[in-house]
């Protein structure tokens, strides 16, 4: 947790909903020794009573804030598995290491994950903890409120954020490990999508950290409380559930939106319910005004006596399905120096600003690598993965780079795969798309020309530029296995490992193998050839992404659609999304024909241009 401090007062009034003598809305959000406005980096003893300390055979993993006398809300990504035999909560922690004389611990008897959490984008990253016995309150341990549902949290509301998670990516909280605090304004919706990716951040969350960054959660704080104080009283109106590293500019902490849960909660605590109240902030949300690319214009709602009426400002934005296996800027000219956008898929995977391995966009938040490229340094915040890369060493005016949240890998014998989550979504464009990954479903019969391409060490010139290869499918002969994809011989480098061997179908490019490395066929301390076959230096073996089709479907959820024809996608070709290239213009909308009726179409000028006129109007009101 990052520690810059500044003070924002945001005008509030208070509105209780109440909820009967059976819930906590006489006690909660009451801290006794919680009295200062502004606190510091440690949190002093009882400031913030309903912190919990999730944990592990002795290690804190995440936070938690105590609700009730027996139930903890956390976030669901802290427990991919609900089994609770080894978790431990501690409440009334003040730090690590040391003593705590003002703590209980109490073993969990049931986990209860949001039953619609989706770990591919953070969606309803909620989850309930049952203790074993209750807990009595004390002027340290004490339940928090919870935003009710009708909760306004406008742009710039003061907000305070309390863990042991790092202080910094990849960097520990010293010792003794004290709770820290830092106050984060809230970023609102609509400029947390802009920062984020227009669709990633919806409803059901709630973002909060300054423009310059430099405050924020962090790596170890999930799970744990965002909390606003209203009068006398603090409401809970986030849990802490992802961002893109640890307070970078533009880069708010986003948290799952506690206002959302009421009625969930309350389904699975049916007695001695949390107190909810309604946190209302006055004046006009500033996040209205907020508007960038893709961005729907926003909603308003005016309140009349008997009557609420949401009235649109102007026509929705209707996005572009994401799509797989586009690379509209593709030329195959051959082997030798790709050019820029012609594997948009393709990505670097870097360690302290150096390449190690290449990998593939597979999914909006995924990319898949070699296994192998992790056995040394497998901390996630450690990894930075660029798309949209040309060159190591130059220009790269079309990439961004993106942290890492997660690797998970495959644990098959023999080759095995990674999955990296980011933490954020790039902006997908002519050089930054995700190709189709087979799972089975394709054939990749004897004959077929395939593509590889990645970052060989001393290859591409003083500027390192991307290289890229083609193969054949073969025989795989005494190599032969249904787990296994066999090419001619090819003169790979340990840098391009973890990349991609890709065949096209049809108008998607799929890929058939993840590049792995045989330690068995280095050829110097500093340079690997990849020989795969013991029994013909003319044949590759590689194992088929279709062997890891359970692990993959499991740990990226949902795949994009191959692309089903020649659909443009925005970039220096397209203007709205209709493609210049080449002197002519063609809708985007027009665009979806089979291979047949494209080259009718291409005989016909007249009739080329007639169709673009007529439907250019439809793709600019659609936002392409």
């Known amino acids: 947790m990052a520690f810059l401090r500044t003070h924002c007062v945001v005008t509030m009034m208070v509105t209780f909903l109440s909820k009967g003598c059976h819930s906590q809305l006489s006690v909660c959000g009451t801290p006794p020794l919680n009295t200062r406005i502004v606190g510091g980096q440690d949190a002093p003893a009882g400031s913030w009573p309903w912190q919990a300390s999730l944990q592990r055979l002795g ?53 209860i994950r949001h039953p619609n959490y989706i770990s591919s984008s953070s969606g309803n990253d909620v989850c309930l903890l049952k203790l074993s016995s209750p807990v009595d309150f004390t002027n340290f341990i004490r339940p928090v409120c919870l935003a009710a549902p009708n909760s306004s949290f406008h742009a710039g509301t003061t907000s305070w954020v309390t863990g042991w998670g790092d202080i910094s990516s990849g960097v520990s909280l010293p010792s003794p490990q004290t709770l820290q605090e830092v106050g984060v304004p809230v970023v609102g919706n609509r400029q947390c999508n802009c920062n984020y990716g227009v669709g990633s951040i919806t409803d059901n969350m709630i973002c909060a ?33 992802f961002g893109n590293g640890c307070a970078q500019a533009n880069a708010p ?23 909810y109240v309604t946190f209302t902030s006055s004046g006009t949300d500033s996040d209205l005004s907020v508007s960038c690319t893709g961005l729907p214009a926003p909603t308003t709602t005016t309140t009349a006596p008997t009557t609420t009426t949401t009235t649109t400002t102007a026509p929705k934005t209707t996005l572009k399905p994401v799509v797989c296996g586009s690379a509209s800027l593709n030329s ?55 798309m949209g890369r040309l060159k190591q060493s130059g220009s790269n005016p079309n990439e961004v780079t993106l942290n890492v949240i997660n690797i998970t890998m495959s644990n098959l014998t023999a080759n095995n795969v990674a999955i990296l989550r980011l933490a954020s979504q790039p902006t997908l464009s002519d050089y930054i798309q995700p190709i189709c990954v087979d799972q089975g479903t394709n054939t990749f019969s004897i004959g077929t020309r395939c ?76 340079e690997t050839r990849w020989s795969r076959s013991p029994r013909s230096s003319n044949i590759q073996v590689f194992t088929k992404t279709a062997r890891f089709q359970s692990f993959l479907q499991t740990t990226v959820d949902t795949f994009p659609s191959p ?48 169709l673009s ?12």
Not at 253 to 275: K, L, M
Request: net charge negative; with cysteine.
């Open 59 to 111: 290690k804190h993993f995440c936070g938690g804030s105590l609700i009730n006398k027996e139930w903890v809300l956390t976030a669901a990504h802290c427990f991919p598995s609900t089994s609770s035999s080894d978790v431990m909560v501690y409440v009334g922690r003040q730090s690590q290491e040391g003593s705590n004389p003002n703590e209980v611990n109490r073993t969990v008897t049931q986990i």
């Open 209 to 241: 950290g300054l423009s310059a960054g430099g405050k924020d959660s962090c790596q170890g704080d999930s799970g744990g409380p965002m909390v606003s104080k209203q009068g006398t009283r603090w409401i809970q109106s986030g849990v802490v559930s």
């Open 332 to 386: 195959l000219a051959g082997g030798g120096l790709a050019s820029a956008g012609s594997w948009p898929w393709i990505a670097s995977l870097q360690t302290n600003g150096t390449h190690v391995c290449g990998g593939t966009l597979v999914a909006e938040h995924y990319v898949m690598s070699d296994a192998g490229c992790f056995s040394s340094q497998s901390n996630a915040s450690q990894w930075t993965v660029i």
């Open 451 to 526: 593509w590889v391409a990645g970052w060989g060490t001393g290859q591409g010139g003083a500027e390192q530029n991307l290289q890229q290869s083609q193969t054949t499918v073969v025989n795989c002969e005494s190599s032969g296995s249904s787990d296994n994809i066999c090419t001619a011989a090819l003169d790979l480098q340990q840098g391009e490992r973890g990349g991609p061997l890709m065949c096209k179908q049809g108008d998607a490019w799929y890929q058939a193998a993840v590049l792995t490395v045989d330690s068995s066929n280095k050829t110097s301390s500093s």
């Open 613 to 624: 006129l007529l439907s250019l109007p439809l793709s600019l009101s659609q936002g392409w």
């Open 253 to 275: 902490g986003v948290y799952a939106r506690v206002s959302q849960y009421q009625t969930w909660i309350n389904t699975q605590i049916t007695s001695d319910q949390p107190g």
């Open 563 to 610: 692309v089903t024809a020649r659909t443009p996608t925005n970039g220096p070709n397209t203007v709205n999304g209709t493609n210049t290239a080449n002197g002519t213009t063609v809708s985007a909308t027009a665009a979806v024909v089979t291979p047949a009726s494209e080259a009718t179409l291409a005989q016909s000028s007249l009739f080329l241009l007639f």
